[in-house]
């Protein structure tokens, strides 16, 4: 039977306990497409973000 040779100190408990606060991440509705997308993000689809056009849009023919 496997039996540890030292105690685990708190720190190293720390660190191999440090994943469990990690979140899923966060993702809200677009006002204007109504996709789902990253909070302070740019919209992929749009290529909007924060009311202003950011990137130019490829069209599907090129």
């Known amino acids: 039977m496997a039996v540890p040779k030292r105690k ?23 006002k204007d497409s109504g996709e789902l997308r990253r909070p302070h993000h740019v919209d992929l689809k749009t290529g909007m973000y924060n ?6 849009i490829k069209s599907k023919e090129d």
């Open 51 to 56: 009311g202003r056009q950011i990137m130019t």
């Open 8 to 30: 685990t100190s708190p720190m190293k408990r720390g660190f191999r306990r440090s994943a469990d606060a990690l979140s899923a991440p966060t993702y809200v509705e677009d």
